[in-house]
């Protein structure tokens, strides 16, 4: 492949607000048209499945997007040490990076894999579910696990070009995705009848053929870096990244989780709490696109002005960020606390799932705000290969915050979604706290050593 900088975005010059900006939109797209896969499966079995279906889709898909995120935790150490490289133009080291990350991966997909057929029954009985979707849901995960190699190349591959500077062809593959995942949900559930196993199928069927089809692209394209067969073997950029990547993929592991422990405590107050509460998910899932997308685009961005030794232009970034999610998470909190009925009803026509999908996202609503800043504060510490303390963080909030909170508020009198929702943005203000702290700490440290001036 011919070395050349096409595909690579310099973040170490020009406007930050500009340059931010442009590599984020495209991200933003990326997340937006990926939700749209959980969205759409669900939106279709509700409008032609069965209503233990929409349990099912909700309770196996947090399953299936527990896993997911551990993924694109692990691949974030490869998008942070692409980035890395290139601030230090160093770019030789990229083929072994991409070599290693293939053959991590693949292991990884077959652990995955047996793991997900061999345990979903037991995932199904963990979270509750529902009597009525007990099998749609065990049903649901196996058919996502016999697809997972899919979903783990697709996030490889979107984790290089992101490290690269690149968000553009990211964004092209997950449109591939969804287009296909669309069709496959109206054919498989709509017209087929297939209910849940249709839409988990629908899934892995759009995975594998956005894969198939960004290998075909990528061979097109003109790439900063080469990658040969001897690159292709277990080196020790495996390592490298991993000690990015993998205190991420269990501080993910670990707040998702809580979020399991969340869904079980709220499958127990029944059939209609845990439909509600799944269909509410789905929405907060796009509330979190942009956050999501801030924390991916700083934390490439930061990586690679840190590389170059420009440590005030990165935490200049990391300022612009939050002012920009956080305008826009005005916004969308105020749509969740006082509109949330409306984006409910487009996946049911159940007046009562309705209306406990709209309490859940009242008390959920600020947290459009807060998480702008606690991901802006990952996307830094993420981009100076300083896991730690997000993943501190994420233990911490999770389960000495968020999910003894949710117990608490569940076992009040007459308790309601809402309560529960509170929860998580009371878990992002001690976020706020604890990395204001850990900022300061970390500047006062860099100032002694001479890192950064005054």
């Given amino acids: 492949m011919s070395k050349t900088n096409a595909l690579a975005d310099d973040f170490t010059q020009g406007s930050i607000a500009k340059k931010l900006i442009k590599f984020m939109i495209p991200v933003l797209g990326a997340l937006i048209l990926q ?79 047996a793991l997900m057929l061999g345990l979903a029954p037991n995932f199904a009985s963990w979270l509750n579910a529902p009597e009525e979707a007990y099998a749609l849901t065990v049903s649901y995960v196996r058919v996502c696990g016999g697809g997972i190699v899919f ?98 993929a269990l501080q993910e592991f ?32 796009f509330i979190m696109l942009v956050p999501s997308s801030l924390m991916q685009s700083m934390s ?41 009925d409306v984006p409910s009803a487009l996946f049911t026509s159940n007046p009562v799932y309705i209306e406990k999908a709209a309490e859940y996202l009242r008390g959920y609503s600020t947290e459009a705000i807060l998480t702008c800043v606690v991901f802006s504060f990952i996307g830094y510490f993420n981009g100076h290969s300083n896991p730690l303390p997000v993943m501190i963080q994420g233990i911490t909030a999770s389960f000495l915050v968020r999910v003894p909170l949710s117990y608490l508020f569940s076992l009040k009198e007459g308790a309601t979604l809402v309560d529960i929702g509170v929860a998580v943005p009371i878990a992002s203000v001690y976020g706020i706290i604890f990395f204001t702290s ?12 001479g890192i950064l001036e005054d």
Avoid: W
């Fill in 438 to 449: 850990c900022y300061i700490f970390i500047t006062r440290k860099m100032k002694k050593q």
């Fill in 35 to 113: 939700a749209m896969y959980g969205a759409v499966d669900l939106l279709v079995v509700g409008q032609f499945g069965t209503s233990a279906g929409i349990s099912a889709v909700a309770t196996g898909s947090n399953i299936v997007n527990l896993i997911t995120f551990v993924i694109s935790s692990l691949t974030m150490g490869v998008t942070v040490l692409i980035s890395r490289y290139l601030g230090e133009h160093n770019e030789d080291r990229i083929g072994n990076v991409i070599g290693g990350a293939v053959c991590f991966f693949i292991a990884f997909a077959v652990i995955l894999t």
């Fill in 254 to 285: 670990l707040t998702n989780l809580s979020f399991l422990i969340l869904c079980a405590i709220i499958n127990n107050m029944g059939l209609e709490a845990s439909s509600g509460y799944g269909i509410a998910q789905k929405i907060v899932t």
């Fill in 151 to 248: 979903v783990i190349a697709y996030n490889v591959i979107s984790g290089i070009f992101r490290g690269l500077g690149n968000s553009r062809l990211p964004l092209l593959f997950v449109l591939i995705a969804c287009i296909v995942n669309v069709v496959g949900d109206l054919v498989f559930v709509a017209i087929f009848q297939m209910d849940v196993v249709g839409a988990a199928l629908a899934t892995i069927l759009a995975q594998a053929v956005s894969v198939v089809l960004s290998l075909f692209i990528i061979r097109r394209q003109k790439l900063p870096f080469s990658v040969s067969l001897k690159n292709i073997r277990f080196n020790r950029e495996i390592v490298t990244f991993l000690k990015l990547g993998a205190p991420l």
């Fill in 300 to 340: 490439a961005f930061v990586a690679q002005n840190v590389g170059a030794g420009k440590e005030k232009r990165a935490r200049r970034a990391t300022y612009t960020g939050m002012i920009l999610g956080m305008i826009i998470g005005v916004l969308i909190t105020a749509m969740a606390f006082f509109k949330g």
